[in-house]
């Protein structure tokens, strides 16, 4: 789904370094998504945002920083992470409301060292 | 919460077969997804399917939402049909995949 835009493609990064995440729609819609997938894995739900506010947070550790400037962008701050946190981290967005479907980026493959 | 369960969780087709792909889910939902992840990890939206039967050329996916359960099926399997396939269902907004079906399909 080209039309949810995540940058960069792949990032490496040492643990201590701090780095973002972004992602950018422009189909109007008002609920977004960060994924994290591990390999040979399913992805699974780190953050959403509903009309530019955090609604669901699953558990993530702090070093995980998620911001909505805005209703088209979405941001995931990164810093301290550990090697375990090296995974594909993929961005969806959605019209809003859970009947609806929800398009997903490309994804940016992320290596900490 | 909801389980969603992939069957089978490994296939190897040669090219041309078909195949049929189940995802059983625990609990009523609000939607169901099927989705395509290729070997460069783009995960593309395949059907949105809450209810119902739907195609999309090769191919086409039922849910049906009382028995709690979806197929989706492949005809005509091409070399360009492997990879991952999951689907998705959701209760309020979050969006709970199956563990997969990893197909390969053999030239």
């Known amino acids: 789904d080209t039309e949810v835009t995540q940058t960069p493609k792949h990032l490496v990064m040492g643990m201590t370094n701090k780095k973002s995440l972004k992602c950018e729609q422009h189909?109007?819609?008002?609920?977004m998504y960060w994924y994290k997938q591990k390999a040979k894995k399913p992805p699974e739900l780190m953050f959403v945002?509903?009309?530019?506010?955090?609604?669901i947070n699953e558990s993530v550790p702090s070093r995980f920083s998620p911001e909505c400037p805005n209703s088209s962008l979405l941001n995931l701050h990164l810093h301290a992470l550990q090697p375990e946190d090296s995974a594909l981290y993929l961005c969806?967005?959605?019209?809003?409301?859970?009947?609806?479907?929800?398009?997903f980026g490309d994804g940016t493959r992320l290596s900490i060292l | 919460g909801i389980q969603v369960e992939q069957s089978p969780p490994d296939l190897i087709l040669q090219e041309g077969a078909n195949s049929t792909l189940r995802c059983n889910f625990s609990?009523?939902?609000?939607?169901l997804q099927w989705f395509h992840q290729n070997p460069w990890g783009q995960l593309i939206n395949l059907f949105y399917?809450?209810?119902g039967t739907k195609q999309n050329g090769r191919l086409s996916a039922t849910t049906v939402a009382t028995e709690r359960y979806s197929l989706l099926y492949i005809s005509s399997s091409q070399t360009t049909d492997s990879g991952v396939y999951f689907c998705?269902?959701?209760?309020?907004?979050?969006?709970?995949f199956g563990g997969g079906t990893r197909l390969m399909v053999k030239p």
């Open positions: 969806a967005s959605s019209p809003q409301g859970s009947i609806q479907p929800q398009h």
């Open positions: 189909m109007g819609h008002r609920a």
């Open positions: 945002y509903s009309y530019e506010k955090l609604s």
């Open positions: 609990d009523s939902v609000n939607n």
């Open positions: 399917i809450p209810s």
């Open positions: 998705a269902v959701a209760l309020g907004n979050m969006l709970t």
